[in-house]
């Protein structure tokens, strides 16, 4: 009885250590499952050739899942090659916005035309063959920093890498880290901090080379050395592409050479950062009252 019993106990413990893993997986099968029951977005049999990369949105109007307007009629042009920047309160709709513009969803109203063409005609594979996108919540898979990058471009060699890199101010975070490019990030880049992920995503941009950036910066605080990399890698971005910026920081504002000001799903004001500020109107304010913010620093004799 005794030996059946002990042998008994080890099928036992596997059983149990059995079930929390099939729990596990179960949710991830209701993860995918419901990710396939998504509804694809509409694809045109024959897509579009853009003529251009300058965008164009006339009248739109959009709300998740036919819910509330979340953006409600906007009209504005995006000239190729410039640089936008899309600012205003939490919630005014900035980041669907973008998220538009790369087709993640489609206008419930209005259209949005890249290049003289709707997205619509251009379809999924059109508008993401244009458009390179750089996330707040950026998205690293399990694999190495070399593989998160090749993503955008399977074919780019080492000395393309390391190119890109040396841009986006990667290059710093590769060789402190032991393995260099073959470091895995492990599940959802958790082994880098928010500024450097952000930095590998601004990398996977810049390898992807498509003209238009559509990139939603940070809102946390970042420490001034991934701030000032940062910073660099969008000016860099920014040099012969069409890059539309929801900006945080003041110098990715005053450096646009066009700000829309976004509110409660409209653009209350447009120009570019003195007109602007010589208005006196929502953009001045804000822009006033980050300016105090900033003035509010710790120093070392405060918190000494
Ligand atoms: P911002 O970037 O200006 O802070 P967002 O575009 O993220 O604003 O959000 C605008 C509005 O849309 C908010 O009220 C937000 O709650 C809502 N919203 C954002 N994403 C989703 C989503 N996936 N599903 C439903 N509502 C959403």
Do not use: C
């Amino acid at each position: 009885m005794l030996i059946v019993t002990l042998r008994m106990l080890d099928p036992i413990s596997q059983l149990g250590e059995l079930a929390g893993t099939v729990q596990v997986n179960a949710d991830a099968i209701g993860r995918v499952r419901d990710l396939l029951a998504v509804p694809p977005l509409p694809e045109p049999i024959t897509p579009a050739e853009p003529a251009g990369t300058g965008i164009e949105l006339r009248g739109v109007r959009f709300g998740y899942d036919g819910g509330p307007a979340v953006l409600d009629g906007i009209d504005a042009t995006i000239p190729a090659g410039s640089f936008t920047a899309v600012v205003g309160p939490s919630g005014a709709g900035k980041s669907t916005l973008l998220k538009l513009l790369g087709r993640f969803f489609d206008v419930t109203e209005g259209t949005i035309r890249i290049g003289d063409r709707d997205v619509r005609e251009l379809g999924s594979t059109g508008v993401s063959r244009l458009t390179a996108q750089v996330f707040q919540d950026v998205y690293l898979f399990e694999g190495t920093i070399a593989d998160n990058l090749r993503m955008a471009a399977p074919d780019a060699t080492d000395a393309d890498l390391d190119r890109v890199a040396r841009i986006a101010r990667l290059d710093e975070v590769v060789e402190r880290l032991p393995q260099g490019w073959h470091t895995r990030v492990g599940e959802a880049g958790s082994t880098l901090s928010g500024g450097e992920k952000q930095r590998v995503s601004i990398a996977r941009a810049l390898l992807k080379d498509a003209p238009i950036v559509l990139l939603d910066e940070a809102t946390a605080a970042l420490d001034p050395a991934n701030e000032a990399a940062i910073a660099d890698a969008i000016a860099e971005l920014a040099r012969d592409r069409t890059v539309i910026v929801v900006a945080h920081r003041l110098s990715t504002v005053v450096a646009a050479d066009r700000i829309l000001v976004l509110d409660q799903g409209r653009i209350t004001e447009h120009g570019n950062h003195e007109s602007l500020l010589a208005a006196g109107g929502t953009y001045a304010r804000f822009w006033h009252e980050r300016l105090r913010a900033r003035g509010w620093q710790l120093t070392s004799e405060g918190t000494s």
